[in-house]
């Protein structure tokens, strides 16, 4: 059973940062694209950021381009998004999903991140 | 980036009847499109990919067709459990846009 498991979200100040991780089991992880995927409080989705199988390719939505860093560990089996210079705009929950490659074929429970004073 | 847009915003539907959903892309995007489910505070949930392909264990009242720029999720017949927010996604260029969703309610 493929399971993802969303861990790090929570309350941070403007300007701050916060390291998001997802612990993935039941599949190849290193052989699957993941996606982060948020979604604001009572709105749509947005695809934040991919990385490839191996971590060599990342892609990232130019609203968090130079600021989110999308990483993995393939021999712990865990993708991490790493979030600095936070803006309010930037709070939602974050999933951890897996990708198949292109669509999402999993998705975890979330974790939120609110950006705050 | 391409836009996706879905319509309605709303559906109000009786359960038993039927439910069509669209989703438009601002260019083509071929048969590059997914449909998920969203319950409240649930995650979303993949239903059908490459526009008509529906994911495992997901039932055959729901089916996807289309390609280019559009594309309709229909529910054959509504069950209870079908009441939820519905998005379209594509994933032929990134970003992996979705459209705004379609929120399927009780009538």
């Known amino acids: 059973e493929v399971q993802l498991l969303e861990s790090g979200g929570g309350l941070v100040q403007p300007g701050g940062s916060l390291r998001l991780s997802c612990a993935a089991s039941g599949f190849t992880f290193s052989g699957s694209a993941m996606t982060w995927v948020r979604q604001a409080p009572g709105k749509g989705l947005e695809s934040v950021s991919s990385i490839s199988g191996g971590g060599e390719t990342a892609y990232y939505a130019d609203s968090v381009k130079g600021r989110f860093t999308n990483s993995r560990d393939n021999s712990k089996n865990t993708l991490y998004l790493q979030m600095n210079s936070l803006r309010a705009e930037d709070t939602a929950v974050y999933y951890c999903t897996k990708a198949a490659p292109y669509y999402l074929e999993y998705w975890g429970q979330g974790t939120l991140v609110t950006v705050s004073s | 980036e391409i836009v996706m847009t879905q319509s309605p915003g709303t559906l109000s539907v009786s359960p038993g009847e039927r439910a069509t959903l669209s989703c438009r892309a601002s260019?083509?995007?071929?048969?590059?499109l997914a449909w998920y489910q969203q319950k409240p505070g649930q995650a979303p949930r993949l239903l059908i990919y490459g526009a008509s392909t529906r994911a495992t264990g997901i039932p055959a009242r729901f089916s996807g067709s289309g390609s280019g720029a559009e594309f309709t999720l229909t529910i054959s017949s509504l069950q209870s459990e079908d009441f939820a927010v519905y998005y379209c996604?594509?994933?032929?260029?990134?970003?992996?846009?979705f459209g705004q969703g379609t929120k399927v309610e009780i009538k």
């Open positions: 996604q594509q994933y032929n260029n990134w970003p992996r846009t």
């Open positions: 260019q083509s995007v071929s048969s590059k």
